[in-house]
């Protein structure tokens, strides 16, 4: 879709100081997330406490974050009175922040279990399925990025296709964990690092479906 489907309305809109704030923000939450799970990926497979506990430590960043465009996006809601195109896309950011949250704590998630010393127990293959997975987790994000930065929604179908393989890799690593051979609380950290990546694709798909409706409108 080009800029210019949508309509001059919304295009004026995001030219105005106040949004431009909101939008460089809301970018700002993208990449502090991103940049979060790439780490907590990098920790778990190296076992590295010092790269862990730092972002663990950061995860208040995004925290701080998230209340700062949440207070910022109900200041503008509760002080003009905007018209629906800016109501609109005042409430599709209401609702995309707390995705961005959750996937923060997903990722902050992940950086504990490293501190777990789980990763001497990860057979090459549980290591692979984890790189993998934290690839591809990495890849939704950046795609779901640039179509919030772009005012696009391009990516969703490669964004829900990516999602399908992170399940899918969910799948595989539940059942080597379920071949046995490792102690069990092992086994339930790892299935739930599993479960942690596949919900960060979740969130990362529901993100590109509010794109979509913000965008395409």
């Not at 406490?49 to 509760?78: C, G, T």
């Not at 950011?93 to 949250?101: A, G, T």
């Not at 772009?150 to 690593?173: G, K, N, R």
Request: include cysteine.
């Amino acid at each position: 879709m080009n800029n210019s489907d949508r309509g001059p309305y919304l295009n004026k809109l995001l030219e105005t100081n106040e949004f431009q704030s909101i939008e460089t923000l809301v970018i700002q939450l993208f990449g502090l997330v991103g940049g979060h799970l790439s780490g907590a990926t990098e920790a778990l497979l190296s076992g590295d406490h010092h790269i862990a506990r730092d972002l663990i430590r950061r995860d208040s960043m995004v925290d701080e974050l998230y209340k700062n465009i949440q207070r910022f996006s109900y200041e503008v809601l509760l002080t003009t009175v905007p018209e629906e195109s800016a109501m609109r896309y005042l409430i599709s950011i209401l609702r995309i922040i707390p995705e961005l949250e959750r996937s923060g704590d997903l990722a902050e998630h992940i950086a504990r279990r490293a501190l777990q010393n789980v990763t001497a127990e990860l057979t090459p293959r549980m290591r692979g399925i984890i790189a993998q997975m934290g690839e591809i987790g990495l890849k939704m994000w950046m795609l779901t990025a640039d179509d919030f930065a772009d005012h696009e929604c391009t990516h969703q179908s490669t964004v829900e296709s990516l999602d399908d393989e992170l399940d899918d890799l969910q799948v595989a690593l539940v059942a080597e964990l379920a071949s046995g051979g490792l102690p069990i609380p092992v086994t339930i950290e790892l299935a739930l690092i599993a479960r942690f990546y596949e919900r960060f694709g979740d969130h990362a798909v529901n993100l590109g479906r509010t794109l979509r409706e913000l965008w395409m409108k």
